[in-house]
């Protein structure tokens, strides 16, 4: 990604000015500022921004000048990321599996809290310091609620949990424990559940945890209502303290998608439509769109033509096809458009700050999106 320095009153005000060809986010650095502060107020405890969702470094400088001296990072190059916005700030790996070269990687950078969610992996970890170092065993349940189960992948059955807490705190480790709902997860009783579950872990082990980490998955606005973030951070409290009583462990949460969606808008353009009604944009699969073949298609879109107004008729289900030569860039469901679009006119698809970037690819010479600054998206 390219960042234009230049701020501009509103995306509408951009396109029309500058016609852009190429793929565009729209970025507002008071809006994610704000979303930064909606999650410190609300949170009940230590806020960690996932990095893996947008690490460009504007994103990571406004969430550090709005207060969040904390980062989620999955690998080394994410640490050196949150380090140059904070070179003091505090770092989680909480990618469960990690090579001995990270490892080592990982300690020359100082990390805080570590998860595993296996023997092998926790004893990967043995040359590990121990003082202030927490190791957080990553629950998994079978929760729905998400657009896709973490679970699958990572994560340790309640029993196995009791196992590796127990063994964390022998080898001299902090305990703590760790969880993901799954992605776009709004639903407050999935984060009840795993609380009430990791309480009845750490009892069976015998282990007060000093952390316990509740994780991502908060959703971000793509349809419909905004999802409540304050419900959710207020049954998780009541949950905790019901569940740990007086030994309620200090709480972290690690946003990703709902700290930085909001904050940009992204702009295509119409590349050529079809006789049978198929719009070919010019990003697709392989570019900004990468994450709609997993979640849906989000329901904040509009069409607008290059003098800015909005293009007429009424909304029609039209195949998306992306840029490149691959037959199987194409969106897996139809978008609704306005039957009046046409070749050269924009959509623009609202809280795209999460993924569009960091999964684009630059297959066939596409998938690159310039940033340009905004007021509002």
Not at 160 to 166: D, F, S
Not at 170 to 186: K, L, R, V, Y
Not at 220 to 237: Q, T, V, Y
């Amino acid at each position: 990604m390219r960042s234009q320095p230049a701020l501009w009153p509103s995306p509408i005000r951009h396109m029309v000015k500058m016609q852009p060809d190429a793929p565009v986010l729209y970025f507002a650095p008071e809006v994610l500022q704000a979303s930064a502060r909606r999650f410190v107020r609300g949170f009940g405890g230590l806020v960690t921004y996932a990095v893996k969702a947008n690490a460009d470094p504007a994103v990571l400088d406004n969430l550090v000048g709005a207060g969040i001296g904390a980062f989620d990072v999955a690998s080394p190059a994410e640490m050196a990321q949150a380090r140059a916005a904070h070179p003091r700030a505090l770092l989680n790996y909480h990618n469960p599996v990690r090579s001995r070269a990270e490892i080592a990687a990982a300690m020359a950078h100082g990390i805080a809290s570590w998860s595993v969610d296996c023997p092998r992996e926790l004893e990967k970890l043995s040359e590990v310091p121990r003082e202030g170092t927490r190791i957080a065993v990553r629950l998994r349940l079978p929760v729905a609620g998400a657009a896709y189960d973490f679970g699958e992948k990572f994560g340790a059955d309640p029993a196995q949990a009791v196992v590796l807490l127990r063994r964390a705190a022998a080898m001299g480790f902090a305990p703590a424990m760790t969880f993901h709902p799954g992605t776009q997860c709004a639903d407050p009783e999935a984060w009840a559940v795993y609380v009430r579950a990791a309480a009845e872990v750490a009892r069976r082990a015998g282990v007060r945890l000093c952390q316990f980490n509740v994780g991502g998955g908060f959703a971000a606005h793509r349809a419909g209502e905004a999802p409540d973030l304050e419900a959710i951070f207020s049954r998780i409290a009541t949950e905790v303290r019901a569940a740990f009583g007086p030994d309620a462990p200090a709480l972290v949460c690690e946003p990703g998608r709902a700290m930085v969606a909001e904050a940009f808008t992204l702009a295509l353009r119409v590349k050529a439509v079809r006789a049978g009604g198929a719009l070919f944009l010019n990003d697709g699969i392989y570019g900004a769109l990468m994450e709609l073949r997993d979640i849906g298609l989000p329901a904040r879109i509009e069409a607008r033509r290059p003098d800015g107004g909005a293009v007429p008729g009424a909304p029609v289900p039209r195949v998306i096809f992306g840029p490149t030569c691959d037959s199987l860039d194409r969106l897996p469901d139809p978008m609704p458009l306005p039957d009046g679009i046409a070749e050269g006119d924009y959509v623009l698809i609202r809280a795209m700050g999460a993924y569009a970037a960091s999964l684009s690819t630059r297959f066939n010479g596409y998938g690159a999106q310039e940033i340009v600054t905004v007021t509002a998206p």
